[in-house]
Nanobody
């Protein structure tokens, strides 16, 4: 399984940015797909999960500002980031989670399985 993030960069606080993730070696409909990000003191935190049935779960910190989606035909997932805040600046990874449940809490507490190299998002004030 290979995952490749793109779309990272610098954006002003309050602005928008869209991350993309190309998936190969599996399909986005076969697994729980996850967006995670690096925490300031280390470790990863779940940002959003997309279940095989399309159900989406968001971290409280991004609820209402970020939108996760997937395109089964292109075998890609996306993260639309709006109204970004300084705390959103970090490295974002797309990932798979092969165990149940498919949720942000589970991804944060119990981990992910495959992940890409990451996309760096920098927020300027």
């Amino acid at each position: 399984v290979q995952l490749a993030e793109s779309g990272g960069g610098s954006v002003q606080a309050g602005g928008s940015l869209k991350l993309s993730c190309k998936v190969s070696g599996t399909t986005v409909d076969s697994h729980c797909m996850v967006w995670v990000r690096q925490k300031p003191m280390g470790g990863l935190e779940g940002v959003a999960t997309i279940d095989t049935d399309g159900k989406i779960d968001y971290a409280e910190a991004v609820e209402g500002r970020f939108t996760a989606s997937k395109d089964s035909e292109k075998n890609m997932i996306y993260l639309d980031m709006e109204k970004v805040k300084p705390d959103d600046g970090t490295t974002y990874y797309c990932a798979t989670r092969r165990r149940r449940p498919c949720s942000v809490e589970a991804a944060t507490l119990y981990g992910i399985n495959d992940w890409g190299k990451g996309a760096l998002v920098t927020i300027s004030s």
